[in-house]
């Protein structure tokens, strides 16, 4: 059954009914973003219905006072809290003095579209009013991906029948508040109101972290020759634009706005240059700025767009994923990433979890340029001496570095112990990276610059983090979180240290590697790091031991100690009205019970894919997957990845299915609090990966290509060595365009082809 | 070397000298308590120094909204919260308009003694005012053990140099808040304020649990005919006495105060009662109430006392321990209960923790009477509504019970899940309880009457909380929480498994007995609980097949699975100045750790004493107390008993001395929080099951008397099927008097004696 609320378009996200329930969720939808700023798309005029208003700033937050029941010692005291910014988008309208608020007018016509083509949000809306006035809106936003500040409105009231007042209001308003706040504090001070003809800004900063922000505006009246009546109130100002017109007649708006900081500029700078910004772009008119806009955003298809065909609803989602990753983070600056809700929401603080490095560094890596991949890793070097910070805190020394499960600033923003503390796993991923970027673009400068650093802080971590068992006579690793998260405080939990010993020995290895080839980086390294040869030689020790829960019987890498003494009923054979679990069942009984939230055990056969045989991938897919409930919107992708793997092409296409319309169709019933922007990249993962089977193995390019059958065709490209190859799988079989200068060797389902540089 | 702050004394705590520091710690070992209500030793007058004010009312709480980090599915919405009740002790003084404030005046004489042997607290203290007036005051407070609604303070202020106006205002203040609150929150709402002649009273509200309280005061100027000025504010009525003393003159007030409250009074009668208690009290006068008060003591203390000979210290604590014991629980009212901190404090919610059941009911069955066990008992049989409800929502069904962690009403009070959800081992405490009470009084009536609804809703918790592990070929018992709370979520902790065995066995045998021997009782049970055989049968089952972790190796009960992964360092090789370890290191660390809070295998070798060889113990306690850190109050007391089972009375002592002089030495920094009123069951423990080795063996009362070497005697009483038993253990051996009307059997270090009873 077709959903009626969104319809289904290639290029489009379509809704063409107004209904107030849906409000909260297209609001998520439909939003905007640029990497340097975004928000929900809330309506600009007065909504007194349910709606979550929300604007944010990349890189702005607020550290908001810890809450907990029970303190933990290791807590962080303050948590860096995405912000709900000032809003620069409002425009309230009145008609023969009586608002234009859709939850109160009679709506006749209502339809909204999201034109991922072009980055551009418009809306439609016939409504009549209480005195029977009918009237028309319609509103085109944009946010610039070439200017990050700047955002752009058109803004057109008509008059259908009858004659009307028409008051219409742009205005800045400071007074925000943050719907998630610990203690219901003020986050925001405002500082300054600034006017000067048709430019208005706002300057407010935050409290604590105190971040400068220019808020501004500039409007102007196209289709009627009137200055804009200023008025100004304690942090909001408007612009008021009055006429009267008759039936046929528009008014028309043009608003620039949007947000210059503190990162960027000196703080004495930022009115001035708001203003030039702002004069620059109304100079430059609204449809060269479109126009601008559009271009960019079809520079960003050329590369990332994935074609379907026979399936629009696919084509549809594997779209909007793709453009949602590019409107959350850019990748042009090293301080930013890729927050879970991007600009859509505000839910959970902090903007960068394991996520990351798990699932959205392939895609930037492969669909942007090994700079924005770099900016990824380098955001994490970047915050090495806050990782070693929070090692110390829970007792490790000797510059052992833990990165955060969630930060903004390299400070920790979470605080559940069994996340917090044990959840350690994070570490691994983050090293991962450095290994997959490295892999990918052979670039060998990243490691002798930055990542060894990395590499050493988190190896010395696992070094102090096992302990040693004396029956098993084995290093362990007890009390920690894998991440399946519906179990807690386990000992050896595979995945983690799986990927521990991993750490240890890349570490060990790259140390070698880096004193060959890059001996000042080395000694630079070394005298940072004291680093010593024993002290490699012991990592590579510990993970020679490490244990690895294993079971004879069944050949099967265990989840963690003790897994088997569960009992292992199929999540299949849950009653339907018990599921999500998460929702029905009390923690201790999803504790209790073998039921896996993600990926765990196959999280490790997924990034170590080479150290595993087809036999043990099937075995263990065929063991954990029924016992997996997929609770987590990071679940699906690695099994549609690891089910193509195996062939399974209905198991993948079910899983594809998941997560590329998890919020499109509102699998799990929350979008109304914003994307699942990180998981997005799990279902560009799930075609490029998982049909396409790109993998680097043995550092050689490769496919396994499969068509699943509800498709005709498919074509991607991915940047590899810093030129385009495009990938063409038809029913008929799969070519492989190369745009690079040279040729370069593949593998196609474990056959060496060459591919030479295409010409036309 | 000896504590300067609190002199030793057997009857007294005595402070002679003031230190703004002390302010607070001595507020909470001053504290006065009757067991309806009870406050801390805040001075009547005003006081701008560092203080923690604290009145309470038995029973009285405020429902206060959860506040947790994150939300587990489970969680109570809302916490009873011991609640600071209004205050009726204060008298406010200023002599010559300057308000007479310790922490602003010169103090030239201070001195405060807890008479315990008369239930009285005094104070005196000499002051020079800034204008260089000299002046004394003495201040005698008792809360009547007679009249559980009613306290009397004798409060003179006297000239010593100089002339002065004093003014002298006695008042009831309803304004009050508490300082653990979750969100701030007001508790209080004031409803009525009543004032004739000499009586006042404010009548206030809880919020949400709406509790209606009655806080009054009859004042009376003794030293002078005056009537009092009556000055009435918001929350807040006072009565002021103004007049001008020479050197050498007095001014001296009586005032009687305390609270009734609507679990005893209809609403409506309230104030009228609290008038005539007053007035009551009023024309009884101060010297009769207070001797009455004394008398009530000297009952007590007449079956309660230990008297130990050849150490003043221990002497002097001992008799604290079981002064606050009887402060904060009369035994009186089945629906009070003991709260940790009793009147001293308000740092945990709810009044009601495994404690009363493991460590205070030996204590109150042993020291005031079989009836007093029994409601301590009978409280938990009208709460098991609300512990099957509990059960419920964490997924259990059929009449499953779990009785919460902490509770006041029933209703669970914490949440933490590894407690909350997972340390249920709690439901063993209160099952063994039970059994322990029947053994002791060979009351054969309440198992009948009220446990075995108990024991069956126990028993079908654990039935359903057990699962089938196919490995191990066993129940096993996943996810939980031992009495150790430094490891949370295990696997098959052995004292939870263990006690879990045993209540499905004893509820099974004891359905069987009151089938045989009740049968109205058992039909009307059957009724209710839909009890079958086949169900019993089961239970019975599952007890045979329960998994018991054990390591062959080392003829070790191992305290949960994996335990022996540790590194096992003894803890007595901790560095000092990491201990304790809970405020020194991260929670991840603790839970990795070998190191034990209190007594968890080893609470079983207590509990089930009978069960195991003195060569078992040995071995458990050498193997687990090296580990144990005792960081929990409750864990030297466990400790002291087992270490003088196995003779060895060096260990036994030192644990002793860890529990009995806890607060008075203020061993872990916190007595300004409150008192820990549960734990000082636990000395009592220690003395009577531990220096003297009560146990009951096979049914038999019997004793393994050992003297510590620091002493030269001691002497206590129990009360044995309704008759003081008196115990005299000297350096010349052991003596027992039997004060019951029929010989009785007794075992003493294995050896029977028929004790006949005593003729003086």
Chains 1, 2 share one sequence.
């Not at 000032?86 to 709506?107: A, F, R, T, Y």
């Not at 590329?660 to 019933?669: E, Q």
Request: with cysteine; net charge negative; charged share 20%.
């Amino acid at each position: 059954m077709k959903s009626v609320y969104l319809e289904e378009h290639p290029w489009k996200i379509i809704e063409s009914q107004f209904d107030p329930q849906k409000v909260k969720a297209s609001e998520s939808i439909f939003s905007l973003g640029n990497g340097a700023m975004g928000q929900r798309a809330n309506f600009e005029e007065q909504y007194s219905g349910p709606s979550f208003q929300g604007s944010y700033i990349a890189g702005v937050y607020y550290p908001d006072k810890t809450r907990v029941g029970w303190w933990k010692n290791g807590y962080p005291e303050y948590f860096a809290k995405v912000l709900n910014a000032p809003n620069w988008i409002g425009i309230d309208v009145s008609i023969n003095k009586q608002p234009l608020d859709l939850h109160l007018v009679e709506v006749n016509h209502f339809r909204r579209e999201l034109d991922m083509k072009n980055g551009c949000y418009t809306r439609e809306v016939q409504f009549t009013l209480a005195d029977g006035t009918e009237g028309q809106l319609k509103s085109i936003r944009f946010l610039s991906l070439n200017e990050g500040e700047l955002g752009a409105i058109h803004y057109t009231v008509e008059i259908l029948k009858g004659q009307a007042e028409v008051e219409i209001t742009p205005y800045v308003d400071g007074g925000i508040k943050n719907e998630d706040a610990n203690w219901d504090d003020p986050f925001w001070k405002h500082l300054e109101t600034f006017n000067t003809g048709n430019f208005s800004a706002l300057r407010s900063s935050t409290l604590k972290s105190n971040f400068d922000v220019c808020t501004y505006m500039y409007t102007e009246l196209v289709s009627h020759d009137l200055a804009p009546e200023v008025d100004e109130s304690a942090t909001k100002v408007s612009h008021r634009y009055t006429t009267v017109l008759q039936a046929g007649e528009n008014l028309t708006l043009h608003k620039y706005g949007g947000y210059l900081q503190s990162m960027n500029h000196q703080v004495a700078d930022l009115i001035p240059a708001a203003q030039q910004l702002a004069q620059k772009a109304a100079a430059t008119g609204w449809e060269a700025l479109q126009k601008t806009h559009a271009q960019a955003w079809h520079t960003i298809w050329e590369t990332a767009d994935i074609q379907i065909d026979g399936d629009v609803a696919a084509q549809q989602a594997i779209r909007f994923n793709i453009f949602q990753l590019n409107q959350t983070y850019s990748g042009k600056d090293a301080r930013l990433n890729i927050g879970p809700k991007g600009f859509t929401g505000e839910k959970y603080g902090g903007s960068t979890y394991w996520d990351t490095e798990a699932y959205c560094l392939p895609f930037y890596m492969a669909t942007k340029s090994e700079t924005v991949a770099r900016n990824l890793l380098q955001y994490r070097y970047n915050q090495l001496d806050k990782a070693i910070e929070n090692a110390e805190k829970l007792g490790f020394r000797n510059w052992a570095a833990l990165y955060p499960m969630v930060t903004m600033n390299g400070e920790e923003c979470h605080n559940e112990w069994e996340i917090t503390f044990e959840e350690i796993h994070r570490n691994g991923a983050i090293a991962y990276a450095i290994f997959n970027y490295t892999r990918y673009t052979a670039d060998e400068s990243y490691i002798p610059e930055m990542g060894l650093e990395v590499l050493i802080g988190i190896a010395r971590f696992w070094a102090q983090r096992v302990s040693f068992s004396t029956p098993k006579n084995k290093y362990v690793m007890l009390g920690v979180t894998g991440p399946n998260e519906y179990e807690n405080n386990v000992n050896n939990n595979w995945y983690t240290n799986y990927i521990a010993r991993w750490c240890l020995q890349y570490a060990a290895q790259q140390a070698e590697v880096v004193a060959k080839t890059h001996a000042a980086d080395f000694e630079r390294i070394q005298r940072k790091t004291t680093l010593t040869k024993a002290e490699c030689k012991q990592w590579e020790q510990i993970a020679s031991q490490l244990y690895l829960p294993y079971d004879e019987a069944q050949q099967l890498y265990l989840q963690q100690d003790g897994f088997l003494d569960k009992e292992l009923l199929p999540a299949s054979e849950l009653p339907p009205n018990e599921r999500p679990i998460n929702q029905h069942w009390s923690w201790d009984r999803i504790l209790r019970s073998p039921y896996i939230k993600q990926a765990d055990v196959l999280q490790g056969f997924y990034f170590f894919a080479d150290d595993f045989s087809a036999d043990e991938l099937q075995r263990h897919y065929d063991f954990y997957e029924p016992l997996t409930v997929h609770e987590s919107s990071l679940s699906p992708c690695v099994h549609a990845i690891l089910a193509a793997r195996l062939g399974n092409m209905a198991d993948a296409y079910r899983f594809y299915l998941q997560t590329a319309r998890l919020d499109l169709d509102d699998y799990n019933k929350e979008v109304h609090e914003g994307l699942h922007i990180t998981s997005m990249a799990g279902t560009w993962m799930s075609i490029v990966e998982g049909f396409a089977g790109m993998q680097i193995q043995q550092g050689i390019l490769s496919f396994r290509p499969q068509l699943p059958k509800q498709w005709k065709a498919f074509t991607f490209k991915i940047l590899y060595k810093k030129a385009p190859l495009e990938v063409q799988l038809t029913t008929a079989g799969c070519q492989f365009i190369w745009h690079g200068k040279a040729p370069i060797s593949i593998l196609v389902d474990g056959e060496q082809q060459t591919l030479q540089p295409y010409t036309a």
